[in-house]
């Protein structure tokens, strides 16, 4: 449904009446009885004895849309042909398209195009495989690939259902960074199919984005396509989150003059983006990171059926500290929340450091809500946009890309995520930053060049790069 001018929500209901048993003033009546707001009337089609109109009503959120159709459906006269809302119609026959670069207008444009000239082009590229990169759409081209086991807030709802998040992921890669993408969803959840898959199609792009792969799955699919494809390949679960919020640790740490050296952080939830987060913040160069997960701290010495919780025991937790989240907590700097909603309380929070950072990343609901705590805590950041300092991917994966693909990068190394985090910081600047902005809104357009910039140079330095751009040399 879509935001209106009343701060609500809009739907659009179609209606059938039979103008000898009803009028339309009683249909009014009846939905605003109901708690909705007409706003807009559309007459589709009308006869001496039926017409047909689409109404648009504005309702509050706190209003049930099924009482307002119920009373529709029950008043004589009146058939309810279609409820839609605007986020509906804009799905209609998806939401991207392709188009020519070059229109073929006459036989000679489609010689040059197809048969016979292209032939040329396809043996040049067969004598010198690396001009796939200059010649075809391989240049600026992503595949965003998800098998749909794990949408964000909706779990495993498979292939067909997920495609309206890999569209919408493609059309921010479009207009963020202008870099092309195709939304592929497979319809098999096994690991060995889809890395063979995936294997098979990357001769068509110069990156992969992997997409709401469930974990652990995630960690093999991502390890043996990086192994084994010399393109980049970037799970944007794991590692879009972790370098946002690496980005928003920076400006949050300048709020409260801390050191990352010398922090104590909780991390709740260690699953993919809990491990990705907690990686980049080693690399950042926290020393103290304490994961917790529903058996509670994970610490070494202990042995776990998950690989990677094994990996994570040995390589965080280095004073081996054991207990629930409410007893590790007690005097961290910095809570970063991965898991679910509500696991945190006020008393919480209350037991950690001075000037306590708490990043409630939970969607829909945050493990805290903001209005919770806002009192006692320094800063606070949500993964939701209706609280203040969102904690979003959007902000990193775009201008990640473009450097990759401007720079013809083979790989997205750690280097390069922690000189995207510390592009995407640097967007705010010292007179702006303040506990309620730390992040900056994913429409800002400096991001993106900030990125690309900082990226790319990471990139040539760390020898992950295979063409130097101009600008660069």
């Known amino acids: ?33 109901a708690g909705g707001d007409i706003v807009a009337i559309d007459v589709i089609q009308t006869s001496q004895t039926v017409s047909v109109r689409d109404i648009t009503i504005a309702v509050t ?21 279609n409820l839609s809302d605007r986020t509906f119609l804009l799905h209609l026959g998806g939401k991207i398209e392709t188009k020519l670069k070059s229109p073929i207008q006459n036989r000679d444009d489609l010689s040059r195009v197809y048969t016979p000239d292209v032939a040329r082009v396809c043996m040049a590229i067969h004598d010198e495989p690396r ?12 595949a965003v690939i998800s098998d749909g086991s794990a949408v964000l807030g909706l779990g495993n709802i498979g292939p067909y259902a997920a495609m309206p998040v890999m569209e919408g992921k493609s059309m921010l890669f479009k207009q963020l960074a202008d870099v092309d993408s195709f939304p592929i969803c497979l319809d098999t959840q096994d690991t060995e199919q889809i890395i063979a898959i995936i294997k098979a199609i990357a001769p068509g792009f110069g990156g992969i ?52 050296h ?13 491990i990705a987060c907690s990686k980049i913040l080693l690399s950042a160069g926290v020393k103290d990171i304490i994961g917790v997960d529903r058996q509670g701290a994970l610490a070494a010495g202990i042995d776990y059926d998950n690989k990677m919780w094994q990996w994570y025991a040995e390589n965080t937790n280095p004073n081996r500290v054991q207990g629930s989240l409410h007893e590790v907590l007690r005097g961290a700097d910095v809570f970063i929340g991965l898991s679910s909603g509500g696991l945190l ?32 805590v320094a800063v606070i950041a949500t993964g939701r946009s209706d609280y203040p300092n969102q904690i979003n991917n959007v902000l990193c994966f775009p201008g990640i890309f473009r450097a990759a693909l401007d720079c013809r990068a083979t790989t997205i190394n750690e280097e390069m995520k922690l000189a995207a985090a510390e592009a995407i910081a ?16 994913v429409f800002n357009q400096n991001v993106v060049k900030a990125i690309r910039d900082l990226v790319i140079q990471a990139a040539i330095k760390t020898g992950v790069a295979r063409r130097i751009p101009r600008e660069y040399r």
Not at 61 to 80: A, E, F, N, P, W
Not at 131 to 142: C, E, Q, S
Not at 262 to 274: L, T
Not at 426 to 441: G, L, M, T
């Open 262 to 274: 010398e922090i104590k952080v909780v991390v709740c939830g260690i699953g993919a983006a809990g």
């Open 345 to 376: 309380s006020r008393e919480d929070v209350m037991t950690m450091a001075d000037n306590p950072i708490v990043f409630a990343m939970a969607n829909p609901v945050p493990e805290i809500k903001p209005e919770q705590v806002e009192d006692i």
């Open 1 to 33: 449904m879509e935001n209106n001018r009343h701060g609500g929500k809009s739907i659009i209901v179609r209606l059938e009446m039979n103008t000898n048993e009803v009028h339309f003033g009683r249909v009014a009546s009846s939905i605003f009885e």
């Open 61 to 81: 959120d706190s209003i049930d849309i099924d009482i307002i159709t119920d009373r529709i459906k029950d008043m004589s006269g009146v058939r309810l042909i």
């Open 131 to 142: 001009k796939a990169f200059t010649l075809t759409i391989k240049r600026n081209t992503v």
């Open 426 to 441: 640097s967007a705010i600047s010292d007179e702006e930053r303040s506990r309620h902005y730390i992040i900056p809104s």
């Open 209 to 260: 984005n992997l997409e709401d792969i469930s974990s652990p799955r995630c960690f093999e699919i991502e390890q043996r396509l990086r192994e084994e494809l010399d393109i980049p390949v970037f799970h944007d679960d794991q590692h879009g989150t972790a370098v946002v919020l690496y980005a928003a640790l920076i400006n949050a740490l300048k709020i409260v003059n801390k050191s990352i």
